[in-house]
């Protein structure tokens, strides 16, 4: 046998970087297509079935790698999926998508060197799909308060997997949207060859295409067949992005309180219902009423033309430094009662964390004025015949804030929002798929009522009856259900979510702990 001279082994051993580089090269691919795939499945577009797709694209990118190449890999596909999906943040700053979509990739890059660790063990698109739920949990609470958005269960505002967030709410959503991608990942692991007599790919099949359909049959309340009449009032704003207030006070004001005067006139003329409440948005009003006459004169003009109650969204001023954005029954008779300030508050739109720091770094900063402070108990306002459920704008990415507010008996649920400097954006649609979910998570009608659109009404089973365009006024009377048996998700809260993350991190000890004793 002839011996290898040194001469010989170079041109091997230079060759063997270069095999391997396709390699990485296709994981990196389809870490991105899986990415871009997903992102397809939320609103705008809203192509559901892309999720499961773009998540088996994703696992087989890292599946039977190292956790280090993991981590990079799948803060590419992370980078891909978050830099459309968050797009509505550049009209802040193109500086500010670019850095929110850096840091929540971190969690993507988190979640790829788990998964490819628990890969190795039986059952593994179960335990994948529970370390999906752990990660969002995660993001829900890191920096700065969380940053849920961009869920999973998000993108599923009306599809098979909808009725699943009756049972576990959005975690349980999420779930099983991972678990279905993770399967067909699964499939594609087999051989072809071998499916035909491969029990486990049957299995496997069967599973994928069970947990959509089990979706479809999940028993939810029915109707009580009792309504209210909402009146939804959209203003519209006279700037844009950032300055969307304009350069002349109270118009924003005005122009909510001339389309409550409209609604008021074609109630007469007959041609609408007459209400029974009337909603605002949120920031429906630019100037405080508690401190202008002037506002609170507007306001009270426009409440006793229409004869109801009207919740207002206003901006109030509290102390001489600080604020709280704040919904407030105005009755036509009594003025202001009542009122509800928001809990999850904005970082960098309603305070800013590390004030001193980021002052510093950008003089956007300065924008946000006042800082706000967080309300400390639930939305659940007396309104004319109903206790009305209301949750502010960014609140509704929140599950336990929702659910504290259903539970403290809210009925119909009213999303108060101000979208006008993401106007056309994808952000007023992701928000209204927020409120679908929400809808069949706690078996409750929502009303939307936004400055700029997109206003709504999403009934108990998350279809939309009625929305507005974007960027013009609108008003609209409703007849909406009124609610009150809870689901099993409101009863249960975040147990199911629990148990998954527990279940996810076993798992991942159980992989560790195997690949050490290897």
């Known amino acids: 046998m002839a011996l290898k001279t040194a001469q010989d082994a170079e041109p091997a051993a230079a060759a063997a970087p270069r095999a391997r580089v396709p390699g990485?090269?296709?994981?990196?691919?389809?870490?991105?297509?899986?990415?871009?795939?997903?992102?397809?499945?939320?609103?705008?577009?809203g192509w559901w079935f892309c999720a499961p797709v773009g998540l088996a694209l994703l696992a087989l990118a890292v599946r039977g790698t190292r956790p280090r190449r993991a981590a990079w890999i799948g803060y590419a596909g992370g980078l891909a999926f978050l830099l459309p999906t968050l797009a509505w943040v550049r009209p802040i700053g193109d500086d500010a998508w670019l850095a929110l979509t850096g840091i929540e990739s971190l969690f993507w890059a988190a979640l790829a060197c788990l998964a490819a660790l628990v890969m190795r063990l039986r059952l593994w698109p179960l335990w994948v799909a529970c370390l999906w739920v752990a990660q969002e949990w995660a993001r829900g609470l890191f920096p700065v308060g969380g940053f849920p958005w961009a869920r999973l269960a998000f993108s599923q505002g009306e599809s098979p997997y909808t009725g699943f967030a009756a049972l576990g709410g959005a975690p349980l959503v999420s779930f099983t949207v991972a678990l279905t991608g993770m399967l067909l990942a699964a499939l594609v692991t087999r051989r072809p060859p071998t499916w035909r007599a491969d029990r486990v790919v049957a299995g496997t099949l069967l599973a994928a295409i069970a947990v959509?359909?089990?979706?479809?049959?999940?028993?939810?309340?029915?109707?009580?067949?009792?309504?209210v009449r909402i009146g939804v009032i959209q203003g519209n704003v006279p700037g844009r992005g950032m300055y969307f207030l304009g350069d002349e006070p109270a118009v924003v004001l005005r122009n909510h309180a001339d389309e409550?005067?409209?609604m008021a006139e074609a109630v007469r003329a007959g041609k609408l219902p007459r209400p029974d409440i009337v909603v605002w948005p949120e920031n429906s009003t630019d100037i405080d009423p508690y401190s202008s006459e002037f506002a609170r004169q507007v306001i009270d003009s426009a409440v006793r033309d229409i004869g109801v109650p009207v919740l207002v969204g206003a901006v109030v001023k509290i102390g001489t430094e600080e604020r709280a954005t704040r919904g407030v029954v105005w009755d036509p008779v009594t003025g202001p009662g009542a009122y509800y300030d928001k809990q999850r508050l904005v970082p960098f739109g309603e305070y800013t964390p590390m004030k001193d720091l980021f002052l510093a770094l950008s003089s956007r900063a300065n924008l946000?004025?006042?800082?706000?402070?967080?309300?400390?108990?639930?939305?659940?306002?007396?309104m004319g015949p109903v206790t009305i459920g209301t949750v502010e704008c960014y609140e509704v990415a929140f599950d336990s804030t929702v659910r504290e507010?259903?539970?403290?008996?809210?009925?119909?649920?009213?999303?108060?929002?101000?979208?006008?400097?993401y106007a056309l954006t994808n952000l007023p649609p992701q928000q209204l798929a927020m409120s679908q979910l929400r809808a069949v998570e706690f078996n409750r009608a929502v009303v939307?009522?936004?400055?700029?659109?997109?206003?709504?009404?999403?009934g108990p089973d998350g279809r939309v009856g009625w929305r507005t365009g974007e960027l013009v006024a609108g008003m609209n009377v409703l007849d909406v259900p009124v609610r009150t048996k809870n689901t099993v998700a409101a009863g249960v809260g975040a147990l199911p979510e629990w148990v998954l993350i527990l279940m996810g991190a076993g798992a991942?000890?159980?992989?560790?702990?195997?690949?050490?004793?290897?």
């Open 260 to 262: 409550t005067h409209r």
């Open 212 to 227: 959509p359909v089990l979706g479809l049959v999940v028993p939810r309340p029915g109707d009580e067949g009792r309504t």
């Open 24 to 45: 990485a090269l296709i994981r990196l691919a389809a870490s991105v297509a899986g990415g871009l795939v997903l992102y397809l499945a939320f609103p705008p577009l």
């Open 368 to 382: 946000v004025g006042r800082q706000s402070v967080p309300g400390n108990r639930p939305g659940a306002l007396r």
């Open 508 to 518: 991942t000890v159980a992989a560790i702990s195997g690949r050490r004793k290897s």
């Open 448 to 458: 939307t009522a936004a400055t700029t659109g997109i206003s709504a009404y999403v």
């Open 405 to 421: 507010t259903v539970l403290a008996g809210g009925t119909p649920l009213v999303v108060q929002t101000n979208n006008a400097s």
